[in-house]
């Protein structure tokens, strides 16, 4: 048992020794920068202020990313206000080129038939051959009249004879 006592007082004195000697390291307050309690407090923020400067800060952070989506928004709208009125106008633009070329089909129709009335919408080779048709008539007259002249220089020369033997 001896040795069990020992232990025991042993066991105190080490932890009283120890207990001095931890409060020995701690420093004690310092006369030249001394702040109450109260003002080192108020230095360190709480973990609720905390908490809120970062919800003030995220929520700054999200008010600004909502401008600029809202920003994107109008941006967007006066691209399909534009976009639309864009549409409106080739629409009117196609409608009045259709309307021109209706037009356009009308007034070829009533010329085409007016130049098949006129003889005038005859293809290339119909006026080929009329025009051969047309050289050929010219070439018959031709002969006729160069036969006729030739009747006529005979008649006038029998007529001359028969004056000459008069």
């Given at each position: 048992?001896?040795?069990?006592?020992?232990?025991?007082?042993?066991?105190?004195e080490?932890?009283?020794?120890?207990?001095?000697?931890?409060?020995?390291?701690?420093?004690?307050?310092?006369?030249?920068?001394?702040?109450?309690?109260?003002?080192?407090?108020?230095?360190?923020?709480?973990?609720?202020?905390?908490?809120?400067?970062?919800?003030?800060?995220?929520?700054?952070?999200?008010?600004?990313?909502?401008?600029q989506?809202?920003?994107?928004?109008?941006?967007?709208?006066?691209?399909?206000?534009?976009?639309?009125?864009?549409?409106?106008?080739?629409?009117?633009?196609?409608?009045?080129?259709?309307?021109?070329?209706?037009?356009?089909?009308?007034?070829?129709?009533?010329?085409?038939?007016?130049?098949?009335?006129?003889?005038?919408?005859?293809?290339?080779?119909?006026?080929?051959?009329?025009?051969?048709?047309?050289?050929?008539?010219?070439?018959?007259w031709?002969?006729?009249?160069?036969?006729?002249?030739?009747?006529?220089?005979?008649?006038?020369?029998?007529?001359?004879?028969?004056?000459?033997?008069?």
């Amino acid at each position: 048992m001896n040795r069990l006592a020992v232990g025991l007082i042993t066991t105190t004195e080490y932890s009283e020794w120890w207990v001095r000697r931890i409060n020995d390291n701690i420093l004690g307050p310092s006369l030249e920068n001394s702040q109450s309690i109260e003002e080192y407090l108020s230095v360190v923020p709480t973990e609720l202020e905390i908490i809120k400067q970062d919800f003030e800060r995220k929520s700054a952070e999200l008010e600004k990313k909502i401008e600029q989506i809202e920003e994107e928004k109008v941006n967007l709208r006066l691209d399909t206000d534009v976009q639309k009125l864009e549409a409106d106008n080739l629409r009117k633009g196609k409608k009045k080129a259709e309307e021109e070329l209706d037009s356009l089909k009308t007034d070829y129709k009533r010329l085409r038939l007016s130049m098949r009335t006129t003889g005038l919408g005859k293809t290339s080779e119909q006026w080929r051959e009329e025009i051969q048709e047309e050289k050929n008539r010219s070439d018959r007259w031709e002969r006729k009249f160069q036969e006729v002249q030739a009747r006529n220089e005979a008649l006038e020369r029998s007529l001359s004879e028969s004056q000459k033997e008069k």
